[in-house]
């Protein structure tokens, strides 16, 4: 492997949805460095940044039965039973939920938490309120996708955040996903929710990080006590 190989196999590779973003940066950029050069040094670190924003690196997906992987990187911010949104048809009982914030350094490429056909797609307009809290699963513009898969149900809701104005989906009713495929993503900041069929095992707690398409959330199949957690 030659240096120039390893340099290129360092690189994350950038999603297409940040292209438009980098050009306008880069351009701007461009103009202010030959007008005013500090103000161009800056938009050079900002255009920098946004190539980092929409980094999309490679993952890779345990696959087994009942297992439902993380849709997002981010923060895990609650954990528990909650009422899934009513457009989502998925019944007005608590299920199972773990919500994951992204920050604006985040990965924000969303990945399929397991396989299965999207079944429906529900769109809601709504508030930019600070995605961390509960209500903004009932209060924030969000998107909801519904996958029919093995074990019954699952929902997948992104929610935009108050730095978020665009959520952006990859996929249509009636197509099939495999575990870790990419649906989606949500520009600057936000934060995805899972709702799972009762019965399923959460292996994750508050304040721990998760990987889109690596981290495992919960496992369908998980016989036992309820996991328990230190925080060192």
């Known amino acids: 492997m030659t240096i120039l190989d390893s340099i290129r196999s360092g690189l994350v590779p950038i999603h297409r949805e940040g292209y438009p973003f980098i050009l306008i940066g880069a351009a701007v950029s461009a103009v202010l460095l ?3 050069p500090p103000l161009g040094w800056i938009g050079v670190l900002i255009t920098v940044w946004i190539c980092y924003f929409f980094r999309d690196p490679e993952r890779v997906t345990p696959v087994r039965d009942g297992l439902l992987i993380s849709p997002a990187d981010g923060r895990v911010c609650l954990v528990g039973p909650a009422v899934p949104p009513a457009e989502l048809g998925l019944g007005e009982l ?4 773990v919500c994951i914030f992204m920050n604006v350094f985040d990965v924000h490429v969303n990945r399929a938490p397991l396989a299965g056909r999207i079944s429906r797609i529900a769109y809601r307009p709504g508030k930019f309120l600070n995605a961390e809290l509960d209500k ?13 898969t093995a074990m019954g149900p699952v929902g997948v809701v992104q929610i935009a955040g108050l730095i978020a104005r665009r ?3 990859f996929v249509r009713e009636g197509d099939s996903l495999a575990p870790g495929q990419r649906f989606g993503l949500i520009r600057f900041g936000s934060r995805v929710d899972v709702y799972m069929p009762v019965g399923t095992r959460i292996l994750v707690a508050e304040g721990q990080r998760a990987v889109a398409g690596e981290t495992v959330l919960a496992d369908r199949h998980a016989m036992g006590a309820e996991a328990t957690f ?3």
């Open 230 to 232: 230190r925080v060192d």
């Open 167 to 169: 959520i952006v989906s």
């Open 136 to 148: 903004a699963s009932e209060d924030n513009e969000r998107n909801g996708v519904v996958l029919e």
């Open 94 to 97: 608590p299920l199972p939920r």
């Open 34 to 36: 030959w007008l005013v």
